[in-house]
């Protein structure tokens, strides 16, 4: 396998349980990842958890434990979520890890040796919350006369030595890299944002901190510790081999995309572009900034009681059930938002009702009228190759075109109104009325359909990974033609009914779903 894709979502901050959030962003990056893993490329992607700070360490000391103990147990349930959301990461990160540890300090001496690292002393505004520093220009006024920061999070005023980057000197090269590569922040109302914020001017960041030590230690300063998004930024390097230049890091660097909350695109987008030019490495090719997910609207919050479990979602309706809402009803890239009822009106819709009964009936008039065996040789019409036209173009073309450039929802929708088209082609043609009055073209009607449903099931894998594989291994089509070459195989459907496969009785794959008690 050639053509190597890199792909990452944020690394998560474990100071609490994972929520819904933290879902959607892994269950999106995690269907990119398979879509690029379909279309052939050799995929490595990455997620993990972010473990150092002054929140780590304050939530540590409020439960009586160590920041080491607090780390442990809630970066596993992060993982816990991501493998029982079915995410297939190549690697989950803990920037703990001792390898983490030392990509941050070489990182750090590369700054150093660059000049772009010096000692000073900071007094400013400081976000516990938001791990960051903010001038008071960007500070807002709370109800109560308070200064917040722009996220609306309580600031404190902060003086201690601290290291600094010279982050002032890279307002013009930042400013060049986004208007040469116009895609390298996305969507655009991102971009925008970010110019505006370079734009008006950047100054130098505190990149250290003295008043706490958890985190990675600064070289030949021991009484510092780097500022987290320092730290936090590497793991991005630090999981495919750098400073080693392994043979991993050589193929994947540059990332090809960086997925991220439209919260912390100024880290991604104006820092970390900073720090790998000043360290000389080469820039990620794109950051980009999906939306909040809204619980019926609002905004989730720990203090309005609306934080939604992942998990208890996954229990409640199903895993592929949940990617399928979360990528067919939220536009990447946008807010979106999801309830109970939102997530079974959708589903049963479109996987239930029309998906799976197709698949489900076109299988079980197989199994019944054809002994299982797959219907070949009938009188085909007009009708059949204009189905199977439609669909080739949807699953090779328009989808793939779709996914690739991130429209998610779209790629979705463009595949359902091939599912519609086959649903009108099997009301149509009625097989099962066929089978007394025209065997032969039943059969034509039967094997018009089985590509199709094959096709479709194979091209809506990354979105229902699960589900696709058990409809494929029902219908008998091997793992190794399952992918977009094989969708363009002309000889595939011969060779299967060459084979001897034989269709057994299906099983329901997307049982109807009923709204929880409110």
């Not at 920061?149 to 982050?167: D, I, M």
């Not at 536009?331 to 999801?338: A, E, L």
Request: net charge negative; hydrophobic share 40%.
């Amino acid at each position: 396998m050639s053509d190597p894709f890199y792909i990452t979502t944020a690394i998560s901050y474990p100071n609490g349980r994972p929520h819904i959030g933290h879902g959607y962003e892994a269950i999106a990056a995690d269907a990119i990842a398979r879509f690029h893993r379909l279309a052939g490329r050799d995929v490595f992607f990455m997620t993990g958890t972010d473990e150092h700070g002054l929140k780590m360490a304050q939530t540590a000391r409020d439960r009586g434990i160590t920041p080491a103990e607090l780390a442990s147990e809630m970066s596993s349930l992060f993982r816990a979520m991501d493998e029982r959301l079915e995410v297939s990461f190549d690697r989950f990160i803990r920037t703990t890890e001792p390898d983490h540890h030392r990509a941050s300090q070489a990182i750090w001496q590369a700054m150093v040796d660059r000049g772009d690292i010096y000692l000073g002393r900071y007094e400013g505004w400081y976000s516990v919350r938001d791990e960051a520093f903010y001038d008071e220009k960007e500070l807002v006024d709370g109800e109560g006369g308070e200064r917040l920061s722009p996220q609306g999070t309580p600031v404190e005023w902060t003086v201690e030595e601290s290291w600094f980057f010279r982050l002032s000197a890279y307002q013009e090269p930042l400013l060049q890299l986004y208007r040469e590569q116009p895609n390298f922040i996305r969507p655009e109302a991102r971009r925008n944002e970010v110019m505006r914020f370079v734009e008006g001017g950047l100054s130098d960041l505190s990149v250290s901190r003295t008043s706490f030590d958890w985190g990675v230690k600064v070289p030949g300063s021991e009484n510092h510790v780097m500022y987290v998004w320092v730290d936090a930024l590497t793991n991005y390097l630090t999981g495919i081999g750098y400073p080693d230049n392994t043979d991993t890091y050589t193929k994947f660097w540059p990332a090809d995309l960086h997925i991220i909350g439209k919260d912390i695109v100024r880290f991604h987008a104006v820092y970390w572009p900073a720090f790998l030019m000043s360290a000389a490495l080469p820039l990620p090719k794109q950051v980009f900034g999906h939306g909040f997910l809204l619980h019926r609207g609002e905004k989730m919050s720990k203090s309005v009681g609306n934080v939604v479990d992942p998990l208890e979602l996954a229990d409640a309706f199903g895993v592929d059930p949940l990617r399928y809402f979360l990528l067919r009803d939220v536009t990447f890239g946008q807010d979106g938002s999801y309830s109970a009822q939102a997530i079974v009106t959708r589903v049963n819709a479109d996987l239930s009702n029309s998906f799976g009964n197709l698949a489900q009936r076109t299988l079980s008039l197989i199994a019944k009228n054809c002994d299982g065996v797959l219907p070949s040789g009938g009188r085909g019409e007009a009708a059949d190759e204009e189905l199977l036209d439609f669909v080739r173009g949807t699953v090779r073309d328009e989808v793939p075109a779709l996914f690739r450039d991130l429209a998610l929802a779209q790629g979705i929708e463009s595949w359902l109104r091939a599912v519609f088209a086959c649903n009108q082609y099997i009301d149509a043609q009625a097989p099962w009325a066929l089978r007394k009055t025209d065997p032969e073209r039943m059969l034509a009607v039967l094997e018009t359909l089985y590509q199709a449903i094959a096709d479709l099931a194979v091209s809506i894998t990354p979105i229902i990974p699960s589900s696709a594989a058990k409809l494929l291994d029902q219908m008998g089509i091997p793992p190794g033609e399952r992918d977009l070459a094989a969708l363009a195989d002309p000889g595939r459907y011969s060779r299967l009914t060459a084979s001897g496969f034989t269709l057994q009785a299906p099983t329901p794959l997307f049982p109807r779903l009923e709204a929880p008690a409110e």
